[in-house]
């Protein structure tokens, strides 16, 4: 099982952080893609990918609403060329990025089409845009590798979608084994009826992890992730009487009382809310065993990779990083 990061990108610091993290040896870094918290992804990417040799890089996630998927094609097929074939485009149907400028995320239908026309674009094919044929033209001279499209799921709908077009799915359940099983077999029967091999479909998990001796520092440190995904559970449109009954209570106060001023960070009011059961639960804070026990039952469940949050937007470095350091250790025991 491969591991990896997740970053909120700073203009300052991208290159010099894809270095510390490609030479800690972990496999991939992708950087968020909301536009008001952090600059505009793909021209981090291109800084990360001059930075470094053999690390993957790739959104996580990028959104279906603010950008054509021609636009997004044509990003990550010029990180593609700058990397040397490095690149996964990580995409979900949206949510800060949309709720940071007053739109929705798209609907399961509506990602769907986006996903079938940003594979074309991808490919070099012919895209029909409402009678006007429409394709990334600067390919043409150009020998580039197929771009893998990861979709980030959280509920049945877009996980058997993804399951259908996807070259990989992501979920962003939580660290909880029971969630990530039933994810787990949902892409696989999803795959098998659409007439594709399961095992050529690579799924990986968001997991927020913090690792300190002092489970209580480890637990703030990762609260406002781990709220950030309690509140995907209770996206409008989840049914959240089918969820598992240790996350229904969660995702209905996410929904309602959800901060998105302070997404991702654990200063909001809903992530204090948050118990120690439930941090426990569906993230990991601990001792460095315990992430790697915890890692382990997720890789058993046939996980290929995971993209580990390494703490909440407003966590202390003075926390955040010596975990970093801690959880590089690991990289090669699951390799």
């Known amino acids: 099982m491969d591991i990896g990061l997740l970053f909120f990108p700073h203009p300052t610091n991208t290159a010099m952080l894809a270095q510390r993290i490609e030479g800690l040896g972990f496999r991939s870094l992708v950087l968020a893609d909301t536009q008001n918290l952090a600059p505009e992804t793909w021209s981090q990417l291109m800084l990360a990918a001059g930075a470094t040799t053999s690390i993957e890089l790739g959104t996580g996630v990028t959104n279906p609403v603010s950008r054509d998927p021609a636009v997004t094609a044509s990003a990550a097929l010029g990180v593609q060329v700058a990397s040397g074939g490095r690149v996964v485009l990580g995409i979900g149907r949206g949510d800060s990025s949309m709720a940071k400028i007053g739109r929705r995320p798209a609907s399961p239908a509506d990602f769907e089409l986006y996903l079938q026309r940003l594979r074309a674009y991808l490919d070099g094919e012919t895209v029909d845009r409402d009678g006007s044929p429409s394709r990334i033209e600067w390919l ?83 609260r406002g992730g781990v709220a950030s995904f ?106």
């Open 140 to 222: 043409d001279d150009l020998d580039v590798q197929r771009v893998p499209i990861e979709v980030s799921a959280t509920g049945p709908k877009v996980i058997e979608m993804a399951a259908c077009v996807a070259d990989r799915i992501c979920f962003a359940v939580g660290a909880d084994i029971e969630r990530l099983e039933e994810c787990v077999a949902r892409a696989r029967a999803g795959a098998q009826a659409a007439g594709r091999n399961p095992a050529d479909l690579r799924l990986g998990a968001y997991v927020n992890c913090v690792v300190n001796d002092d489970p209580a520092v480890a637990r703030e440190a990762v």
């Open 230 to 335: 309690a509140h995907f559970s209770g996206f409008p449109g989840m049914k959240i009487d089918e969820l598992p009954a240790a996350v229904q209570q969660a995702a209905e106060s996410m929904r309602t009382g959800y901060d998105m001023t302070h997404h991702g960070a654990a200063a909001g009011s809903h992530a204090q809310a948050l118990t120690p059961e439930f941090i426990h639960r569906f993230g990991i804070a601990g001792p460095l065993d315990e992430a790697r026990t915890r890692l382990r039952q997720i890789g058993d469940l046939g996980i290929d990779f995971v993209r580990i949050i390494p703490g909440s937007r407003d966590a202390p470095g003075e926390v955040t990083l010596p975990s970093i350091a801690a959880l590089s250790t690991l990289v090669g025991e699951f390799a």
